[in-house]
């Protein structure tokens, strides 16, 4: 069975000092992986996508992401943390095989950035 | 109105009554998607509609009803429902129904079930 897993549900950082969160993935096949930002009351949007093409994936605000198969994970990254970057983030994937776009999200990470 | 947009924002109702989410998309996508968010479980897929299809029902109750009539309006009928449907009520829309595809997210409506 395809799973994802955000290995920390929580992540402080000073502003200006770089972001991690970590999401590792289970699935049979290459899927399609997402990373998704859910600022409080309002809705998910997307970040950046990995779709089988260039491993390291550069999305908006700075953000990037390494697909690494070896390791099936998809880690976010970003050089320096803005305090607008505090936020909720969800690593998500579509397995290669699905028809209809079916999300399947990790846990998510909280993130809290301080002055 | 732009993106995705959700109706109400905010919903208490009990456990008798009938009550309906509405998502409005006007972005001229062709598929929709209906997504819970729990406090204690991960972000999970209800229901997907593909040009006013539906296209995919993740075993949810039938107490949850989804309602598609054209390609912009999404519907969500409630009723009977139990204190553990209390939830964000997410919906989402995307140029086709695939894994290529972005998908862009309403706000959500926040339901209490008392």
């Known amino acids: 069975a395809q799973s994802v897993t955000q290995l920390d549900s929580h992540v402080s950082v000073s502003e200006g000092t770089p972001v991690l969160l970590r999401c590792n993935y289970s699935s049979s096949y290459s899927p399609s992986l997402f990373w998704y930002v859910q600022h409080p009351n309002k809705g998910l949007q997307l970040l950046l996508k990995y779709t089988s093409a260039a491993t390291l994936v550069k999305g908006i605000n700075g953000f990037e992401a390494e697909f690494k198969k070896s390791e099936t994970s998809f880690h976010l990254t970003k050089p320096s943390a803005h305090m607008s970057d505090a936020a909720e983030y969800f690593c998500?994937?579509?397995?290669?095989?699905?028809?209809?776009?079916?999300?399947?999200f990790g846990a998510g990470t909280q993130v809290v950035v301080t002055p | 109105e732009t993106g995705v947009t959700q109706t109400p924002r905010h919903l208490v109702m009990g456990m008798t009554n009938k009550k309906s989410l509405k998502c409005e998309q006007h972005l001229g996508h062709n598929a929709m998607y209906w997504y819970k968010q729990s406090a204690k479980k991960p972000l999970e897929l209800m229901f997907v509609y593909s040009l006013e299809e539906r296209v995919e029902n993740n075993s949810v109750p039938s107490r949850f009803s989804p309602e598609c009539p054209n390609s912009s309006h999404l519907f969500l009928h409630l009723h009977t429902l139990q204190p553990e449907d209390s939830a964000l009520y997410l919906c989402?829309?995307?140029?086709?129904?695939?894994?290529?595809?972005?998908?862009?997210f309403g706000p959500g409506t926040r339901l209490t079930v008392t």
């Open positions: 998500a994937l579509i397995l290669t095989t699905d028809s209809w776009g079916k999300l399947q």
């Open positions: 989402a829309s995307s140029q086709g129904a695939g894994r290529t595809y972005e998908q862009y």
